[in-house]
């Protein structure tokens, strides 16, 4: 978003296979195994449709990841000028929650060119046309977070079927 030197993006991995992560140790979305060659499907639960005890490990493992700081992520809390070029770091920790919660807060704002421009009212992940694979990943890469934290390799965030809505039926103290 902020236009940081190319040289921090050729330092990344280049994962093979079907591995995927920071450091390329986690397996693709929908393979799981040792060597990530097994093939995984889950199927998200439509919220009416869990039972009690899902519904109360699904809030759980929310509240966990509210409570717990991600072991893989910090955020920027600085620009790369305020940085001195790099050479004064300014991150912080961030909980595994408020890291999903500040990436989708990011991708919706102003976005920072060259020099003093900035590209302003342009909202990537809601008003262009990577709405739909933005927020696949997005939920992807928050599910797979919380399988990390909690070790439920089967965990998934579930789905509200709003279509036939009167209202926000899921608005309710539970």
Known sequence: RENWPI????????????FMGY????????????????RKTLIRKEIYRMTATEKDKF????????RSISANYVIATGTYEQMN????????DIS?????VWLHYYASRDAFLEGDLVWRNID???????????HRFFLLH???EIQ?????ENFTIPFWDWRDAQQCDVCTDE
């Open 23 to 38: 450091n390329c140790g986690d397996c693709k979305f929908g393979f799981t195994g040792p060597n990530c060659t097994v």
């Open 85 to 92: 070029n790099g050479s004064n770091p300014m991150f912080a």
């Open 124 to 134: 990537f992940a809601h008003e262009a046309p990577a709405f739909l694979p933005w």
């Open 59 to 66: 809030i759980a493992y929310l509240n966990l990841a509210k």
């Open 148 to 152: 990390r934290l909690t070790g439920d």
């Open 7 to 18: 040289v921090f993006y050729n330092r990344t991995c280049q994962c093979q296979g079907n």
């Open 142 to 144: 928050w599910e797979h």
């Open 96 to 100: 595994v929650y408020d890291l999903f």
